[in-house]
């Protein structure tokens, strides 16, 4: 793409946070290089990382590569919002060090603003790449959600941020609110859901990696106790008077049962499970929960047999 032509198209700011990423921040970077889309800058916000990640971020020469570091850990939508404030793009999209994109994703997606000045957030669908078991697949094989659509997701939030491309414009009246690790996310884009239109694309852009990191009881009971807060606030405001939250109340209650499986706390999973509003086939789940697996094959294959 000739250099003049770049010029003319908007600048992406491309914010990539970590905390000692070294492991899977190579690939990342790669990804963002090699965007069919060229006019982008990327910033690095490396966030008191301890692991040697900046060795890792020095093999690239990339001069759109702005690099920082704090000497203090923050939260992770804290740090967001701190490496939101370095960016000069007139677009802002996302990306962590452990996540990669497809090389179109910048070029689709920049298409939809560049043909309408109304559009202001996009985002798109996504794959699941396990590593553990070394699996990948579709995020949502549904139609994702376009338009006004603050219930839907509330219901079943599926608007990963790695996904997403937004207005930066946006971030002068909105923030991420800094409190939160695990769900800042979810609570932002619900927040700008209540004002905003959000155009998706049905086509997976990116990658999300599922490794043993993001899989631990900690980080599960962070995602509880950052739910429960936002709950707890949301039922006190009167903008969501309107909108049905027990959806985030049944999340809660199956993370709280996930999370005391993985303890070992079989008991306290079955009193979970009696608690409103969860309301799902108890009995089958108990079952599930306390009969052994090669039973439950037993029963199926008899099942069959009928």
Known sequence: MKKNKIKKLPLVSVILNCHNGKKYINESIRSVLNQSYENWELIIFDNNSNDNTKSEISKFRDKRIRYFRTNKLYNLYHARNLAIKKSKGKLISFIDADDWWLNNKLELQVKLFLNSKKVEVVYSNLFIFNEIKNKYKIFSRKKLYKGKITQPLINDFKMPILTTILKKDIFKSNQFDKRFNIIGD?????????KKNIISIQEPLAFYRIHSSNLTSKRLDLTIKELEIWLKEKFKNKNYKFFNLKSVCKLIQKLKIKDNLIKGNKFQAFKELFKKPYFISKFKFIFLIFIPKSYI??????????
């Not at 979810?186 to 209540?194: C, G, I, P």
């Not at 094959?297 to 009928?306: D, N």
């Open 297 to 306: 094959k037993f029963l199926w294959r008899k099942g069959q047999e009928v």
């Open 186 to 194: 979810f609570d932002f884009f619900v927040r700008l859901s209540l």
